[in-house]
């Protein structure tokens, strides 16, 4: 018998509580220090308690999943701390296509993929001189939006970028990738792509909140100016959205795309849930600046389904359980080598 497993953390309670709801078994890699918290959830079936969650690629966890039979479902967290080769040296089967998480990981790679699913993207700049206009400055990795920040010239971005290696939250230039920063109103759409049936599943759709910039609305200009901070866009929650209808034919277009590129730059694909995350200009156009290519944590306001997956299923799905529906499915199928790697 399969069971499902994951991170403590993210959107650990919602990916496991998807998987008892299907009836698998449930197991959290979870840190010690976090054990109480989790502890309140019954839904979790067994605890493989580590101090850092790097132990999951040692022989101890290795050994202990592969008795359960376990799929580990990946999250943000797993590739917040760890680096790309890290998780692909993992020996427990992960739900998905691990592969393509190296690039999410890497701008540069991310940026090939984006512009292969002929998504419009903002303008990368290859450095700081380049700075013309509003320009977002974003560290590699799943960095969550800490430490990030906006600048309009070089000078401006030198004063904060100093700020930053002096607060020890970077190194330097070498940590940074800037990008034209793009206008509009931010909306991050939650996909499901099913290997199994072809079919490509829109969701639901988030916004996030982010500290300190989207604090900043409540503060007077004035103050604003006086208080001289460098704002940063750490996530702090989501909140949901539901779009015009109108323009849902263009993001199944989109999410389309994106599968079909997959397929031909990273196979075995984009297996399972991912995210396009951008904004909406005055016209309903979409501009990606970022997509996951693994379940976000904007489908934990979903748990028991969104306006768009109750359009879907007659039943509460939520993405976590949707991921675990996908494995019942393939186990029926004899198809599990199909959805996970
Ligand atoms: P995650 O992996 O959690 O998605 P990340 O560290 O890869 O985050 P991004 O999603 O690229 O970071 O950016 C974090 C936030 O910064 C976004 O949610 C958005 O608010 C803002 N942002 C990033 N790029 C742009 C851009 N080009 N224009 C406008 N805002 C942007």
């Not at 089967?93 to 890497?106: A, M, Q, T, V, Y």
């Not at 940074?176 to 509009?184: C, D, K, P, S, V």
């Not at 970022?290 to 904007?298: K, L, M, P, T, Y």
Request: glycine share 8%; hydrophobic share 35%.
């Amino acid at each position: 018998m399969t069971s499902i497993a994951t991170l403590g953390s993210h959107c650990a309670l919602q990916v496991l509580k998807g998987a008892k709801d299907e009836g698998f078994k449930t197991i959290l890699v979870c840190e010690k220090r976090r054990e109480r918290l989790y502890k309140r959830f019954q839904f979790i079936d067994e605890y493989v308690l580590v101090d850092s969650f790097k132990e999951v690629m040692e022989q101890r966890c290795a050994n202990i999943l592969k008795e359960n039979n376990a799929i580990i479902i990946p999250h943000g967290t797993l590739i917040a701390q760890m680096d790309s080769s890290e998780i692909e040296s993992i020996k427990t089967p992960i739900f998905g296509n691990k592969w393509i998480l190296r690039w999410e990981s890497d701008r540069n790679m991310k940026e090939k993929l984006m512009v292969e699913s002929k998504l419009k993207i903002p303008q990368s700049l290859p450095g700081p001189e380049h700075i013309k206009g509003l320009t977002i400055a974003k560290r590699h990795g799943a960095a969550g939006g800490k430490g990030y920040f906006l600048a309009t010239n070089q000078e401006d971005y030198i004063k904060k970028r100093d700020k930053l290696v002096r607060d020890g939250i970077i190194r330097g230039d070498q940590d940074l990738y800037l990008q034209e920063y793009a206008l509009g109103v931010s909306a991050y759409l939650q996909y499901f792509y099913s290997e199994l049936s072809g079919e490509l599943e829109f969701f639901g759709v988030d916004r996030r909140y982010e500290s300190d910039i989207d604090g900043l609305g409540r503060i007077p200009a004035q103050e604003q100016i006086d208080v001289d901070l460098i704002p940063s866009f750490n996530v702090v929650g989501n909140s949901p959205l539901v779009l015009r209808e109108s323009l849902l034919e263009d993001v199944y277009a989109m999410g389309e795309r994106f599968v079909d590129a997959a397929k031909r730059l990273v196979a075995p694909g984009m297996p399972g849930p991912f995210c396009l995350e951008g904004v909406y200009d005055e016209n309903g156009k979409f501009t990606a600046f970022e997509f996951s290519a693994r379940i976000v944590a904007g489908t934990n306001l979903y748990v028991d389904g969104s306006p768009y997956s109750s359009l879907l299923y007659n039943e509460p799905m939520s993405m976590g359980r949707r991921i675990a529906r996908e494995v019942k499915n393939a186990e029926s199928k004899n198809s599990i080598s199909k959805i996970v790697t």
